[in-house]
């Protein structure tokens, strides 16, 4: 059994905000324990599954990236409510490695399930493994998860060419520069407004070197949107390709262009399009060719050394069928849906999996296969209605794993006398910066199967401190950025849901046991 007391175990402890300080920044401290909302069963073990979900290992200092348009939903800009939460700009964006690392080090540690004390069977991680869908972000994440050192930068290697890297060339107040302004220049807004930190060097430290132990567990990769469409949302093209591998960043809307132009580039469904043209402004950041995009056959090689180049698939955990699927649109757009070929498969793969507990595990969840869009000559798209229709006739499901959305939820799905529960997991990359480790219990005496969620935090203290050579402090770092998100605080577009509640942590669901 996993020790209740180990580091990031939230039953032993927890990380919440401290007090308000200036400019409404607050740092993290240890909170109390949070205790299981029900009782605990005991049963027979079917499988045990380590959720994590969104790492966004982001290649901070990319061309391809489009941080400039998040300004439009900045407290005080007039477009925030008309475009809601853009996310293209997080100031903790550059410190995504060093978290990876220090959760790959936090799951090591715990791979035996904290209830039941089985062996955890494998690491299940729903999606956005990278940030743009960039060939050098899954070689990290690839070097991440199998073990090695991975150089979390690009471009010019002696020279940061992040947004918040302080460059009297560049400035741009809007973004966070941790080593604070150029001579002659006034703090940026996040310090000046919002109480964010001056951390000297910070810059630099966030491009060394980190060395990862890799997984000792198994583990199975799922497909996201940010794996396979240009900050999640845009299908790239060669046009996109050569602005991603070149040396020109763009740094705000054509000339004369209305901000709400941004519409186009960040809509949940397609068509969209990056927006900018020849009168864009443009800085110069040094070409690297390893920005160049990922296709899905490449993604499929590399997480799960595939040379069918299908990006949905099935994988055992335990006695558990785990059934993976593809649920990007691969023609634009955030949310998700299914390809009519792929839902046809999944058909076959329930049928034949009859026999067997199964577990679904897709980056969307099911509210969120709302992406119709599908161009002249495309097959159709099946959305989540229909395809919870279709997994509510197949007895034998009993869960549905997804992230995409960062936050922590349960849906309950139910239909003549069948159940089964949807549960997503927070990123890595807002906060809580969170995973969760799920035991799958048969009880005979009840006729039920109970999945048991326990809520881990990754293993970095819940303060940081000045030394910036030490991977676990930079990770708490990045949580406590997170944590300070001034998009979210006062008049949130997203209601604070990032925080969840208890009713969907440490938690017991039961459902109906299909072979009872």
Request: proline share 7%.
């Amino acid at each position: 059994m996993s020790d209740p007391q180990a580091p990031g175990v939230t039953t032993g402890g927890t990380v919440e905000r401290g007090d308000i300080g200036a400019g409404g920044w607050r740092e993290l401290v240890p909170g109390p324990a949070e205790a299981y909302q029900h009782p605990l069963p005991t049963g027979e073990v079917l499988g045990c599954i380590w959720h994590l979900s969104d790492v966004h290992l982001c290649d901070a200092e990319s061309t391809a990236r489009l941080e400039y348009l998040d300004r439009y939903s900045d407290p005080d800009s007039p477009y925030r409510e008309a475009l809601g939460d853009i996310g293209t700009y997080r100031p903790q964006e550059a410190m995504t490695v060093q978290v990876a690392v220090t959760m790959v080090e936090t799951v090591n540690e715990l791979t035996t399930a904290p209830v039941s004390g089985a062996p955890i069977d494998t690491v299940l991680v729903t999606g956005d493994l990278t940030d743009n869908a960039q060939r050098n972000e899954l070689d990290w994440y690839q070097t991440l998860i199998e073990g090695g050192t991975v150089s979390p930068r690009s471009g010019d290697v002696t020279r940061s060419s992040w947004v918040g890297a302080t460059d009297a060339d560049s400035w741009d107040e809007r973004y966070w520069h941790p080593d604070g302004a150029p001579n002659g220049f006034e703090a940026d807004r996040p310090t000046r407004l919002f109480g964010y930190p001056i951390i000297p060097g910070l810059t630099e430290a966030v491009r060394r070197d980190v060395t990862s132990p890799g997984l000792t567990l198994p583990w199975i990769s799922v497909y996201g949107n940010h794996d396979g469409l240009l900050q999640g949302t845009v299908a790239p093209d060669e046009a996109l390709r050569s602005l991603a591998t070149g040396e020109a960043r763009i740094t705000g809307l054509p000339s004369g262009a209305d901000p709400m132009l941004t519409e186009e580039a960040i809509a949940g469904a397609g068509p969209v399009r990056y927006i900018h043209d020849e009168t864009s402004p443009r800085v110069h950041v040094p070409r690297d060719p390893e920005r160049d995009f990922v296709s899905p056959a490449e993604f499929a090689e590399k997480t799960r050394d595939s040379g069918d180049g299908v990006t949905y698939f099935t994988a055992q955990a335990g006695r558990l069928r785990v059934i993976s699927l593809d649920t990007i649109n691969p023609h634009g757009g955030w949310q998700g849906s299914l390809g009519l070929t792929q839902y046809e498969w999944l058909v076959e793969e329930l049928d034949n999996a009859r026999n067997e507990y199964v577990i679904i595990a897709s980056h969307h969840p099911s509210p969120t296969l709302v992406n119709d869009y599908s161009p002249a000559g495309a097959e159709p798209r099946v959305l989540g209605d229909d395809v919870i229709e279709l997994l509510t006739r197949h007895r034998q499901v009993i869960a549905w794993l997804a992230g995409h959305v960062h936050f922590h939820a349960a849906l309950r799905h139910e239909k003549d006398g069948h159940a089964f529960v949807e549960l997503t997991t927070a990123s890595l990359i807002d906060w809580p910066q969170q995973g969760r480790i799920l035991e799958f219990l048969r009880l005979p005496d009840s006729g039920e199967v109970a999945i048991v969620s326990t809520v881990v935090d990754h293993r970095a203290p819940a303060g940081w401190t000045n030394d910036l050579g030490d991977v676990a402090n930079l990770a708490s770092i990045s949580r406590a950025l997170a944590a300070n998100d001034y998009r979210l605080r006062e008049n949130s577009l997203r209601g604070l849901v990032l925080e969840s509640t208890p009713d969907v942590r440490n938690v017991v669901w039961r459902v109906p046991d299909p072979f009872a």
